[in-house]
């Protein structure tokens, strides 16, 4: 079995539209959903904000590569560009972590580096990951962590930019983790 984090972001087009594409897609294999979060642009390129969100999902026959292989497919069909490294994109989605019955993978390969190296850096990713599954850790070069430890540790000024949503089409009912 393998289970996988991805966390999914817009800031081009119809934002909403296009996190809903990839919840859709996956809609089978959800086990947990944030909320729709509008964050300010994380790294050096000025850009519009973007919504973010995290899903958390597993599927008996795929692969921690499957997931990344599902991304890309989502990623074209948001034609999406690739332009410039941390730049404005209509949909992106990254593999935070993933395991495979239970042992949590650990990857330095470029095309799937896992965990996501960084993804303990992001309040886009941490925020939404969190209220998804408050119990969720992630294995850093610090050892395990939990998300909720990340998140305190994170500048107050990038963690409180990350806002909530409220989005009436948006559910986050689902199995739930266990
Ligand atoms: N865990 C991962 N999730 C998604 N892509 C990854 C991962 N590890 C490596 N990659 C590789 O990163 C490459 C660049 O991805 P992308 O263009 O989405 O980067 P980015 O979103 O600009 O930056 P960042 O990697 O910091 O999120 C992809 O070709 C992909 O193969
Ligand atoms: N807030 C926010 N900032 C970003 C995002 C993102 O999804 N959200 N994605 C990026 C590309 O990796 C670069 N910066």
């Known amino acids: 079995m393998?289970?996988?984090?991805?966390?999914i972001g817009s800031n081009m087009g119809d934002r909403l539209e296009l996190l809903m594409s990839v919840r859709d897609d996956v809609a089978?294999?959800?086990?947990?959903?944030?909320?729709?979060?509008?964050?300010?642009?994380?790294?050096?390129?000025?850009?519009?904000?973007?919504?973010?969100?995290?899903?958390?999902?597993d599927d008996p026959d795929r692969s921690p590569a499957d997931w990344l292989e599902t991304g890309f497919a989502l990623e074209r069909?948001?034609?999406?560009?690739?332009?410039?490294?941390?730049?404005p994109r209509t949909?992106?989605?990254?593999?935070?972590?993933?395991?495979v019955d239970g042992d949590v993978v650990v990857s330095d390969d470029?095309?799937?580096?896992?965990?996501?190296?960084?993804?303990?850096?992001?309040a886009f990713v941490l925020v939404p990951w969190l209220d998804a599954d408050p119990d969720a850790?992630?294995?850093?070069?610090?050892?395990?962590?939990?998300?909720?430890?990340?998140?305190?540790?994170?500048?107050?000024a990038d963690r409180d930019g990350v806002r909530r949503r409220e989005?009436?089409?948006?559910?986050?009912?689902?199995?739930?983790?266990?």
């Open 91 to 99: 949909l992106d989605v990254d593999v935070i972590t993933a395991s």
């Open 137 to 156: 850790t992630l294995w850093t070069a610090d050892g395990v962590r939990a998300v909720t430890d990340l998140v305190a540790a994170l500048d107050p």
């Open 167 to 178: 989005v009436g089409a948006w559910s986050t009912t689902v199995r739930g983790v266990s």
């Open 2 to 7: 393998s289970r996988a984090v991805l966390s």
């Open 28 to 57: 089978d294999h959800l086990l947990a959903v944030s909320a729709v979060f509008s964050t300010p642009p994380w790294g050096p390129v000025p850009q519009d904000d973007f919504d973010n969100a995290v899903l958390v999902v």
């Open 110 to 122: 470029p095309v799937l580096t896992l965990p996501h190296p960084r993804a303990h850096l992001r």
């Open 77 to 87: 069909a948001a034609q999406r560009t690739r332009e410039r490294r941390w730049g």
